[in-house]
């Protein structure tokens, strides 16, 4: 009997265990840290964790290690956003290996058929795309950060371009953004940066092709996504600004409100960064914050939570749009039943986990004053790789920080691994009998 392969879901997850072992040994040094004191094992964990899973939370200030340490902090965060579907198939595809057909699935899992087949160009295409966008913003934020007068625009605009697009949400300034929420040219670029990393490269690389002339319309998978896409921004933007034009966005100028209002929209999916501290916004505002955290950006994308697709099957499914086979139609295009399902499985297995996440952050963290709702918001910010915070991160005990580390590792390496495709199984031997229940 041959030896069998191992699972390409243990793959990524020794990839990102080794990624986030090798960071915190890289932050534990004294030459990382600037600030008062030391910084702890534990914290040094937490921070590469968050930045391998490209979550932003933070238990310390990033602004307080040296800028050896901000370095390292960025090379993590560009490892783990394209870890994901780079570095993982840059191994499968070392020269003279055989990839066996399950693992060409798992590599082309992150493209479509019909955009592109061929795993290396696959890879070459995700490493070039990301280096354009990413240089691209940088020249753009190195603009805007100079006529604002930061120090150091240039690493600033680098630091910003690459946490952005990898919906990282890290940054070096003590505030993150709220320095610029009267600037809409700095959240403009952040905000496409943030799109562009979370709408996904199968996305970009069907818009690019369709933009040269190389195919006639737009994959379904596409149409999905920028639909779902923007109608969460304008409809999720529209409401921010409904909820607090006369709160967290009073005094601003309308042009300020407007552009705060859909970087709220844009920023929990999920990138993380602030513009009005969260912990001033509304109840009904961090509910919708909640929302748009936990279903995040694309399949095949940077991004966290359930993805826009798996949303959107699930709202089609809940609303009985499904057909006698199963199937939902839309986009002109006919999604079989298989896909609903898996949807649907997806989506309870993000719930279970966030759920079970919560509730050990809420035995861990409750009684050190942490509400219901705070440990629900962190929670779910962990799970989603975004990065927002009430500002319980910062005063979360060791118990607590274990278990939104845990929960940022499920969050980014858990139910990615899931969309890897499943070994074949045996028939069950057994056949049991039919059960009738009760539902509803």
């Not at 030896?3 to 990624?19: K, M, N, T």
């Not at 004294?30 to 600030?35: I, K, L, T, V």
């Not at 910084?39 to 937490?46: G, M, N």
């Not at 955009?115 to 070459?124: F, N, T």
Request: aromatic share 10%; with cysteine.
């Amino acid at each position: 009997m041959g030896r069998s392969e191992p699972s390409d879901a243990v793959f990524l997850v020794g990839f990102f265990a080794l990624a986030i072992l090798a960071g915190t040994l890289a932050l534990a040094v004294p030459a990382a840290w600037s600030g008062p004191g030391g910084l702890s094992l534990l914290d040094a964990l937490f921070i590469s964790t968050s930045a391998v899973c490209v979550t932003g939370l933070a238990t310390v200030d990033i602004a307080d290690f040296s800028r050896y340490g901000q370095l390292a902090v960025l090379a993590l965060i560009q490892a783990g956003g394209l870890g994901i579907i780079s570095f993982t198939s840059l191994v499968l595809l070392l020269p003279g290996r055989r990839l066996p057909f399950r693992r060409l699935g798992s590599i082309r899992s992150f493209s479509l058929g019909d955009v592109e087949h061929d795993p290396r160009r696959i890879v070459r295409n995700i490493v070039a795309f990301t280096l354009i966008f990413e240089l691209t913003g940088a020249a753009a934020l190195f603009g805007a950060f100079s006529r604002a007068g930061v120090a150091d625009a240039g690493f600033a605009a680098i630091f910003h371009s690459v946490s952005a697009f990898c919906n990282a949400g890290f940054s070096p300034f003590r505030d993150s953004l709220e320095a610029f929420a009267g600037d809409p040219a700095v959240l403009g670029i952040i905000a496409v940066l943030i799109v562009a990393g979370g709408i996904g490269f199968i996305v970009i690389q069907d818009l690019e092709r369709r933009l040269r002339g190389k195919r006639g319309a737009l994959s379904a998978h596409t149409k999905l996504v920028l639909s779902v896409t923007a109608f969460l921004v304008i409809g999720g933007g529209l409401s921010f600004w409904l909820i607090e034009r006369e709160g967290a966005f009073a005094g601003m100028a309308p042009l300020d409100a407007a552009a705060n209002a859909a970087f709220q929209a844009i920023t929990p999916r999920t990138a993380g960064f602030d513009a009005v501290p969260q912990a001033a916004l509304s109840d009904a505002s961090k509910v919708l914050t909640v929302v748009l955290m936990f279903i995040g950006g694309a399949p095949g994308s940077i991004a966290g939570g359930i993805k826009v697709s798996t949303f959107f099957l699930v709202v089609l499914a809940a609303i009985g749009r499904r057909n006698a086979r199963g199937e939902i139609n839309a986009f002109g295009s006919r999604f079989p039943a298989a896909t609903t399902d898996r949807a649907l499985n997806y989506f309870l297995k993000a719930g279970l986990l966030v759920s079970a996440a919560a509730v050990a952050l809420g035995i861990a963290e409750g009684s050190r004053g942490a509400g219901f709702g705070e440990s629900v918001f962190e929670t779910v910010s962990a799970f989603g790789t975004v990065g927002l915070s009430l500002g319980l991160t910062p005063g979360l005990g060791p118990v607590g920080k274990l278990v939104i580390i845990a929960t940022m590792f499920a969050g980014r390496v858990g139910l990615v691994a899931l969309a890897f495709p499943a070994r074949s199984s045996r028939n069950e031997a057994a056949v049991y009998p039919e059960a009738e229940v009760l539902v509803g």
